[in-house]
């Protein structure tokens, strides 16, 4: 079954610093990969996806991540943090066939220190 | 609109009383989802409906808790003799195939039991 791991929790960074929220996954096929945003009393909101082709994804807001499959890694990064980053952001692994629904994973809490 | 539409943003309800929870999806999304969202939790899959039926209902945490979606629109998410465990937010999704799969989810409802 397709699962997804977010390693921690919770991330403080310093404005201007550099942001990584890692997740990795586990699927049985080919996966359709995902990184979700959400503000504060907001439903989640689309920053990118992978699903075929380039493993470097660009999206939303200068984030990026990269599809490694030797790994089973999907980490979101951006070069440099702004105060209007602080938010949760979800990981989510999408099931092919059947309900093709999306799996997600518990989330990471990002915090922008001044 | 153009996006997902939740109804009611806020919901309070007593202990043992019946709720129920609406989604419009975006005009012509033939798939529908239902997550709930509890602290600490990330996004729990609940139902998914593809046109009017429902597929998969794998993720009804219990009897208690049924949707049905119509016209192949507006779903009704219904909880019954809601208990405290229930608190969460829930949040509803709808998706299509064109331009590659994407999900779009809505603002959610919090529902809190006391």
């Known amino acids: 079954a397709q699962s997804v791991t977010q390693l921690g929790s919770h991330v403080s960074v310093s404005e201007g610093a550099l942001v990584l929220l890692r997740c990795n996954y586990s699927s049985s096929v080919p996966p359709y990969l995902f990184w979700y945003v959400q503000y504060p009393n907001q439903g989640l909101q689309l920053l990118l996806k992978y699903t075929t082709g380039a493993t470097l994804v660009k999206g939303i807001n200068g984030f990026e991540a990269e599809f490694k499959k030797s790994e089973t890694s999907f980490h979101l990064t951006k070069p440099s943090a702004h105060m209007s980053d602080a938010a949760e952001y979800f990981c989510a692994v999408r099931i092919q066939g059947g309900s093709e629904k999306l799996v997600f994973g518990k989330g990471t809490k990002l915090t922008v220190n001044p | 609109g153009a996006g997902v539409s939740q109804s009611p943003s806020n919901k309070v309800t007593e202990k043992g009383k019946d709720v129920e929870l609406r989604c419009d999806p975006i005009s012509g999304h033939t798939a529908l989802y239902w997550y709930r969202q509890s602290l600490g939790q990330g996004l729990e899959f609940l139902i998914y409906f593809q046109g009017n039926s429902a597929p998969d209902k794998s993720g009804l945490p219990s009897d208690r808790f049924s949707a049905e979606r119509t016209g192949g629109s507006v779903s009704t998410l219904t909880i019954q003799r809601t208990q405290q465990e229930d608190s969460a937010v829930y949040l509803c999704?709808?998706?299509?195939?064109?331009?590659?799969?994407?999900?779009?989810f809505g603002q959610g409802t919090r529902l809190t039991v006391v």
């Open positions: 999704a709808s998706s299509f195939y064109g331009e590659g799969w994407r999900a779009f």
